[in-house]
Each structure stands twice: as structure tokens, then as C-alpha cells.
């Protein structure tokens, strides 16, 4: 999830903006998550396929 969609249960106000402490916490939080934190579970399902179905071409080459 990003944080352009959260509420801050603190201040009620959207966390991108960073109206106060807390906001700004969890905005820095969230931004410090790794490569793969913005993508939904379909996508990473997909990566994830696509990522066996390589590995498996490779080793049938290599038969």
C-alpha cells in the first residue's frame, strides 16, 4: 500500500502531507520499505511465475 491513500488516525489528515509528527514517521516509514513494498500481491504472483518459468528453461537447456 502507499501512503498517498492513508489517514492519519492523529490529525485526520492524508499521511503524504505530513502534517505532524506522526504523519511524518510513518510517511518516512513507509517510503524506507524495500523495491517491492509498492506492488500489489498480483504483481509480485506474476514476478514470481515468470521468475520458475525462467529457472525452469534454464535447467531444460541444460539437460
Known amino acids: ?23 511524518r514517521v510513518n510517511r518516512e516509514r513507509l517510503q524506507q520499505d524495500g523495491p517491492f513494498a509498492g506492488l500489489n500481491p498480483a504483481a509480485l504472483v506474476a514476478l514470481l511465475v515468470i521468475l520458475v518459468a525462467a529457472m525452469a528453461l534454464l535447467a531444460h537447456q541444460t539437460v
Not at 502507499?2 to 509528527?21: F, I, K, M, Q
Open 1 to 23: 500500500m502507499t501512503y498517498d491513500r492513508l489517514v492519519c488516525a492523529n490529525c485526520a489528515a492524508p499521511v503524504s502531507e505530513g502534517r505532524c509528527h506522526v504523519c
